[in-house]
């Protein structure tokens, strides 16, 4: 039944009723017919043996049985369905009748009337035909002088009745046709549309969700009501009607509550099927706009994806997550890297099977710890990467699910080797300031004795003639005396940063100053100094005497970088919107190698031979400009951009990479100087 | 569900069945037609003929003389059969020819009987109470005509040339006042036969006449038909002798005594006698003569001098 074609069903249901109506009303016609034209019939048959019997009356008194025979025959002719007539005397003997070739006798028994009824009705079988048997009496006042008897075909009744009968089977019959073809014109347009709404719906399972399964609506609503609201949600949108735009459909504007009234409705709206195409527009509308939203979200939720994976991708820290199992369930590019493989290919890896056994990381106690405790676990620990020894800093954060238990640890690890050893040079500064202090108080002790030794010694040589062997010696303990004092004023110059005395100083002219006094002995070992100073003349605020002391030692570190001479390039740059003036003094010397570059500002380290230096230059350098407020640094080689110019006379000199000494100091805001700046 | 559906189509499709059976189930009786035989009318029993002379209808006639008849053959012990001519000759020529004993007919056919040897024995009491009975002359309440003189030029309808009270004895009267047949525009006679009495006072009431001639009593037998104030008596001629008994020429004078005997027996003060008495339109039966019907006779003779042959 599910199989047949729904337009076979409609048109075969309409053809049963209109067959079931036909049948029932042929029927019903039928029998009510044969029921009326019966009595009808019968009636009749009555009133003709009655009216027979009133006439009968005077020919039976009067024995004429002439005018008897007449009657009969009267009326068996003008009946044409009167099969016989007969009338009988009060002795039931036959006065006359219809019949030729003798009376059938079995007739009189048939039916008999008895005394004091009005009628008999019986129906005869003669083998033939089926007769109504009328007996009637013939009375006068309360006496019966006489019967009648007469006899209608029952058959002939019937033969009327399929004669009525015929035209009503007739009319049924094209009336089942018409039916038929009008069912099935009916059902077919019926399972058109539907089978369009089919073909829509199959389109919204395939992804059009843009088929138009409804009509257009005959007439736009604001052109009914003649709206200018272009705001509201159904302005200007022609494809559907405006109760199914979102924002119209509960509150009418004119204020009616319900669209059932509206015009727009009267004239838009159609029956149950066009409502269902609309209800699926409207769905596939919905369905459009949710799935723009969902897939608006999913960019969303992608482009955040991306940014966490390109943050978590960029961090140079191992992030990985893990399971009880130690299984790896996301990491991050830099540790996938670290394990030589693909992200991808080390998700869902066990991580103890990827890292090397006793790997400090390698720690499947500590997941179980992780596990139980659901604590932060934070340690350092020293690892051999590479053949080096790195120190990480790792961090094991339990990840509840929604349930609240722990279903993994996120694990991040950084290498802070280099953090470390900032701290080992903090601690050495520390250190090295404590041995300063030290330092300065033995120098200090020591200066007042060194100063009786020079002294005596002195005192002795004046004591001492000429010629005496013992003034060589005299002077020997004269001179390493001296340089002990100098070792002992640099002692104290280091350990005295904090006493300088600060004045606003102008930076050139102390340059300058140095510059002038070294320049001629430093052009004798072929070392040339070039200038390029800000011509703005920057004020700062200093200890001109260190800050000689500095330039100087700067000046002679590099001459002494160039053995077999060069250039220095001298430059000072204001720096006004950093509040800063800057000097740079680039070499052409030999450079620093890059082990030494990391310790040139430590005390007491010193490249050059034993007697050459105290090793204490750099370090006092370091102190006098930090206890201005500013910087120094070194490069080297030399950056291209600041590597001093070649003199056009100095091409024989040998040019090595160079050092450039980079010095920051902050300009004196507290003078009026620097609002002539 | 479905199946519920397809049960009430089947039981809507069966439904006119059950109307088809219905119509079917008149049974029949078997009779078989080819059993045939001439019939033929068992012969008359002997009996005494009694006629009512047919101014009424036979239905009428048997109706008013049946407990009559019954009564005289308790009465006498004698079979006695109504007989029923259909007009006022056939009446007479059928005691002519032997076949009714007792007549029961007016004054006028009596003296046709009589000539042909009938002779009366007795004769009735009108309802009236009289042995007599009157011609009344009827016209229309609203009509011009006020005496018999007015009916000259008029139409005139009359219940039959043999009637004594619907004819002869109106005629009588017209004449004694002058009028004769031939002064009327029309002289017409009711269509017969039975009912002549009513249909020549219809026949007025409806204006097809302008004077019809009745005998005494029938206004009353139509009170309940027409409105009689419509109809006015013009004039009532004076009265004969009623209606008479004779019997035959030939019959037994012996039964017709024990006839006349259980005749005069009847008594309208007993009720089983005035059931009988008023049934048959009388009050009584009372012992007659020949000579009684003179004055009809003579009336007769009358008018058969002026009439110009409308008379019989």
Same mark, same amino acid.
């Given at each position: 039944?599910?199989?047949?074609?729904?337009?076979?069903?409609?048109?075969?249901? !309409?053809?049963?009723?209109?067959?079931?109506?036909?049948?029932?009303?042929?029927?019903?016609?039928?029998?009510?017919?044969?029921?009326?034209?019966?009595?009808?019939?019968?009636?009749?048959?009555?009133?003709?043996?009655?009216?027979?019997?009133?006439?009968?009356?005077?020919?039976?008194?009067?024995?004429? =049985?002439?005018?008897?025979?007449?009657?009969?025959?009267?009326?068996?002719?003008?009946?044409?369905?009167?099969? #016989?007539?007969?009338?009988?005397?009060?002795?039931?003997?036959?006065?006359?009748? !219809?019949? *030729?070739?003798?009376?059938?006798?079995?007739?009189?028994?048939?039916?008999?009337?008895?005394?004091?009824?009005?009628? *008999?009705?019986?129906?005869?079988?003669?083998?033939?035909?089926?007769?109504?048997?009328?007996?009637?009496?013939?009375?006068?006042?309360?006496?019966?002088?006489?019967?009648?008897?007469?006899?209608?075909?029952?058959?002939?009744?019937?033969?009327?009745?399929?004669?009525?009968?015929?035209?009503?089977?007739?009319?049924?019959?094209?009336?089942?046709?018409?039916?038929?073809?009008?069912?099935?014109?009916?059902?077919?347009?019926?399972?058109?549309?539907?089978?369009?709404?089919?073909?829509?719906?199959?389109?919204?399972?395939?992804?059009?969700?843009?088929?138009?399964?409804?009509?257009?609506?005959?007439?736009?609503?604001?052109?009914?009501?003649?709206?200018?609201?272009?705001?509201?949600?159904?302005?200007?949108?022609?494809?559907?009607?405006?109760?199914? !735009?979102? @924002?119209?459909?509960?509150?009418?504007?004119?204020?009616?509550?319900?669209?059932?009234?509206?015009?727009? #409705?009267?004239?838009?709206?159609?029956?149950?099927?066009?409502?269902?195409?609309?209800?699926?527009?409207?769905?596939?509308?919905?369905?459009?706009?949710?799935? +723009?939203?969902?897939?608006?979200?999913?960019?969303?939720?992608?482009?955040?994806?991306?940014?966490?994976?390109?943050?978590?991708?960029?961090?140079?820290?191992?992030?990985?997550?893990?399971?009880?199992?130690?299984?790896?369930?996301?990491?991050?590019?830099?540790?996938?890297?670290?394990?030589?493989?693909?992200?991808?290919?080390?998700?869902?890896?066990?991580?103890?099977?990827?890292?090397?056994?006793?790997?400090?990381?390698?720690?499947?106690?500590?997941?179980?710890?992780? =596990?139980?405790?659901?604590?932060?676990?934070?340690?350092?620990?020293?690892?051999?990467?590479?053949?080096?020894?790195?120190?990480?800093?790792?961090?094991? /954060?339990?990840?509840?699910?929604?349930?609240?238990?722990?279903?993994?640890?996120?694990?991040?690890?950084?290498?802070?080797?280099?953090?470390?050893?900032?701290?080992?040079?903090?601690?050495?500064?520390?250190?090295? +300031?404590?041995?300063?202090?030290?330092?300065?108080?033995?120098?200090?002790?020591? &200066?007042?004795?060194?100063?009786?030794?020079?002294? #005596?010694?002195?005192?002795?040589?004046?004591?001492?003639?000429?010629?005496?062997?013992?003034?060589?010696?005299?002077?020997?303990?004269?001179?390493?005396?001296?340089?002990?004092?100098?070792?002992?004023?640099?002692?104290?110059?280091?350990?005295?940063?904090?006493?300088?005395?600060?004045?606003?100083?102008?930076? &050139?002219?102390?340059?300058?100053?140095?510059?002038?006094?070294?320049?001629?002995?430093?052009?004798?070992?072929?070392? #040339?100094?070039?200038?390029?100073?800000?011509?703005?003349?920057?004020?700062?605020? @200093?200890?001109?005497?260190?800050?000689?002391?500095?330039?100087?030692?700067? =000046?002679? &570190?590099?001459?002494?970088?160039?053995?077999?001479?060069?250039?220095?390039?001298?430059?000072?740059?204001?720096?006004?919107?950093?509040?800063?003036?800057?000097?740079?003094?680039?070499?052409?010397?030999?450079?620093?190698?890059?082990?030494?570059?990391?310790?040139? =500002?430590?005390?007491?380290? *010193?490249?050059?031979?034993?007697?050459?230096?105290?090793?204490?230059?750099?370090?006092?350098?370091?102190?006098?400009?930090?206890?201005?407020?500013?910087?120094?640094?070194?490069?080297?080689?030399?950056?291209? +951009?600041?590597?001093?110019?070649?003199?056009?006379?100095?091409?024989?000199?040998?040019?090595?990479?160079?050092?450039?000494?980079? /010095?920051?100091?902050?300009?004196?805001?507290?003078?009026?100087?620097?609002?002539?700046? | 569900?479905?199946?519920?559906?397809?049960?009430?189509?089947?039981?809507?499709?069966?439904?006119?069945?059950?109307?088809?059976?219905?119509?079917?189930?008149?049974?029949?009786?078997?009779? %078989?037609?080819?059993?045939?035989?001439?019939?033929?009318?068992?012969?008359?029993?002997?009996?005494?003929?009694?006629?009512?002379?047919?101014?009424?209808?036979?239905?009428?006639?048997?109706?008013?003389?049946?407990?009559?008849?019954?009564?005289?053959?308790?009465?006498?012990?004698?079979?006695?059969?109504?007989?029923?001519?259909?007009?006022?000759?056939?009446?007479?020529?059928?005691?002519?020819?032997?076949?009714? %004993?007792?007549?029961?007919?007016?004054?006028?056919?009596?003296?046709?009987?009589?000539?042909?040897?009938?002779?009366?024995?007795?004769?009735?009491?009108?309802?009236?109470?009289?042995?007599?009975?009157?011609?009344?002359?009827?016209?229309?309440?609203?009509?011009?005509?006020?005496?018999?003189? %007015?009916?000259?030029?008029?139409?005139?309808?009359?219940?039959?040339?043999?009637?004594?009270?619907?004819?002869?004895?109106?005629?009588?009267?017209?004449?004694?006042?002058?009028?004769?047949?031939?002064?009327?525009?029309?002289?017409?006679?009711?269509?017969?036969?039975?009912?002549?009495?009513?249909?020549?006072?219809?026949?007025?009431?409806?204006?097809?006449?302008?004077?019809?001639?009745?005998?005494?009593?029938?206004?009353?037998?139509?009170?309940?038909?027409?409105?009689?104030?419509?109809?006015?008596?013009?004039?009532?001629?004076?009265?004969?002798?009623?209606?008479?008994?004779?019997?035959?020429?030939?019959?037994?004078?012996?039964?017709?005594?024990?006839?006349?005997?259980?005749?005069?027996?009847?008594?309208?003060?007993?009720?089983?006698?005035?059931?009988?008495?008023?049934?048959?339109?009388?009050?009584?039966?009372?012992?007659?003569?020949?000579?009684?019907?003179?004055?009809?006779?003579?009336?007769?003779?009358?008018?058969?001098?002026?009439?110009?042959?409308?008379?019989?």
């Amino acid at each position: 039944m599910d199989k047949i074609r729904f337009s076979t069903k409609i048109g075969l249901g !309409t053809s049963l009723i209109v067959l079931l109506a036909a049948v029932l009303l042929t029927f019903t016609f039928s029998v009510l017919g044969t029921r009326i034209l019966v009595d009808e019939s019968k009636k009749h048959g009555r009133v003709q043996a009655e009216n027979l019997a009133l006439r009968a009356v005077d020919p039976i008194l009067s024995a004429d =049985f002439l005018q008897l025979k007449d009657l009969v025959d009267a009326v068996r002719n003008v009946g044409s369905n009167v099969v #016989y007539s007969f009338v009988q005397d009060e002795a039931g003997n036959v006065l006359a009748h !219809t019949f *030729s070739n003798g009376f059938p006798v079995d007739l009189l028994k048939a039916n008999i009337l008895p005394p004091d009824q009005k009628l *008999s009705i019986r129906l005869l079988n003669n083998g033939q035909i089926l007769i109504y048997d009328f007996a009637v009496p013939v009375r006068i006042g309360q006496s019966r002088i006489g019967t009648v008897r007469l006899g209608l075909s029952r058959t002939d009744i019937q033969q009327t009745i399929n004669e009525l009968l015929h035209p009503v089977l007739g009319v049924s019959l094209a009336t089942l046709i018409v039916a038929v073809f009008l069912g099935s014109l009916f059902a077919s347009r019926i399972t058109r549309r539907i089978n369009d709404l089919r073909a829509h719906a199959e389109a919204l399972v395939t992804g059009d969700l843009m088929a138009q399964a409804a009509p257009k609506p005959t007439a736009n609503c604001w052109e009914i009501l003649n709206c200018k609201l272009e705001e509201c949600a159904a302005y200007g949108d022609d494809t559907r009607p405006c109760w199914h !735009t979102a @924002g119209t459909r509960s509150k009418m504007r004119n204020g009616t509550t319900s669209c059932s009234r509206c015009p727009v #409705y009267l004239t838009n709206s159609g029956d149950e099927i066009q409502d269902l195409a609309e209800t699926f527009d409207y769905l596939a509308l919905t369905l459009r706009l949710h799935l +723009e939203e969902l897939y608006e979200a999913e960019k969303a939720m992608a482009r955040q994806q991306e940014l966490l994976r390109t943050v978590l991708d960029s961090t140079p820290d191992h992030v990985c997550l893990l399971d009880r199992q130690g299984t790896i369930l996301a990491l991050n590019r830099a540790y996938a890297e670290f394990l030589g493989l693909s992200p991808t290919e080390a998700v869902g890896k066990p991580e103890e099977t990827l890292l090397p056994e006793g790997d400090p990381l390698n720690d499947r106690s500590m997941l179980e710890v992780m =596990f139980r405790s659901g604590r932060i676990v934070n340690r350092e620990v020293q690892v051999v990467r590479n053949n080096r020894r790195l120190w990480l800093h790792v961090i094991r /954060v339990p990840v509840r699910g929604a349930s609240g238990n722990i279903t993994s640890v996120l694990r991040t690890t950084r290498d802070i080797t280099e953090l470390k050893s900032y701290q080992v040079q903090l601690i050495q500064s520390q250190k090295m +300031e404590s041995l300063g202090t030290m330092a300065g108080g033995v120098a200090h002790e020591i &200066n007042t004795p060194l100063g009786i030794i020079l002294g #005596y010694a002195q005192l002795l040589l004046e004591d001492l003639p000429d010629g005496n062997p013992m003034r060589d010696d005299l002077r020997i303990i004269e001179k390493q005396t001296q340089v002990c004092k100098r070792i002992v004023a640099g002692l104290l110059d280091f350990s005295r940063q904090g006493e300088s005395e600060m004045q606003g100083m102008c930076f &050139n002219n102390s340059i300058m100053e140095v510059i002038t006094l070294i320049r001629h002995p430093f052009e004798l070992e072929r070392v #040339y100094i070039v200038t390029d100073l800000d011509d703005r003349m920057p004020v700062i605020n @200093g200890n001109p005497e260190q800050l000689k002391q500095v330039w100087v030692n700067l =000046f002679t &570190n590099a001459r002494d970088a160039m053995p077999g001479g060069g250039v220095i390039h001298v430059r000072s740059r204001l720096m006004r919107d950093d509040g800063i003036v800057q000097l740079c003094i680039a070499d052409t010397g030999t450079g620093i190698s890059p082990g030494d570059i990391t310790q040139i =500002f430590d005390p007491f380290f *010193s490249t050059k031979g034993v007697d050459e230096g105290t090793g204490l230059g750099l370090s006092i350098s370091f102190g006098i400009i930090e206890s201005h407020g500013g910087s120094i640094v070194v490069d080297s080689p030399v950056p291209l +951009e600041d590597y001093p110019q070649k003199p056009a006379d100095q091409d024989d000199i040998d040019y090595g990479p160079g050092t450039l000494f980079t /010095v920051r100091l902050p300009l004196d805001c507290s003078g009026d100087d620097l609002e002539s700046l | 569900m479905r199946f519920k559906v397809i049960y009430f189509m089947w039981a809507l499709l069966l439904l006119p069945l059950s109307f088809w059976g219905c119509s079917n189930e008149e049974d029949s009786i078997r009779v %078989d037609f080819s059993k045939r035989a001439e019939m033929t009318v068992p012969v008359q029993k002997d009996a005494i003929t009694y006629a009512y002379l047919p101014q009424y209808s036979h239905a009428i006639s048997y109706g008013r003389h049946k407990l009559l008849i019954e009564y005289l053959s308790k009465a006498t012990g004698m079979a006695f059969r109504q007989v029923y001519p259909n007009t006022f000759d056939e009446h007479v020529e059928m005691v002519k020819r032997g076949e009714i %004993d007792i007549s029961f007919s007016n004054p006028l056919i009596y003296l046709r009987l009589a000539k042909l040897g009938a002779r009366a024995f007795a004769r009735i009491v009108e309802p009236s109470g009289k042995p007599t009975f009157s011609g009344e002359i009827i016209c229309r309440a609203d009509s011009p005509i006020k005496t018999l003189l %007015d009916c000259r030029g008029k139409r005139w309808i009359a219940v039959d040339r043999s009637s004594a009270g619907g004819f002869l004895y109106p005629l009588g009267m017209f004449l004694e006042n002058g009028v004769t047949p031939k002064d009327f525009s029309d002289i017409e006679f009711a269509p017969g036969p039975g009912g002549k009495q009513e249909k020549v006072v219809l026949a007025v009431f409806a204006g097809a006449f302008d004077v019809g001639s009745i005998r005494q009593g029938t206004l009353d037998l139509l009170k309940d038909k027409i409105d009689l104030d419509r109809i006015r008596v013009l004039q009532r001629t004076r009265p004969y002798p009623s209606w008479v008994y004779s019997h035959r020429k030939g019959f037994s004078e012996e039964q017709a005594k024990r006839i006349a005997g259980a005749m005069f027996a009847l008594d309208i003060r007993r009720p089983d006698d005035a059931v009988i008495l008023n049934t048959a339109g009388m009050r009584g039966i009372i012992p007659a003569k020949d000579e009684d019907y003179d004055p009809v006779r003579r009336l007769v003779d009358r008018i058969r001098e002026q009439d110009g042959g409308l008379m019989p």
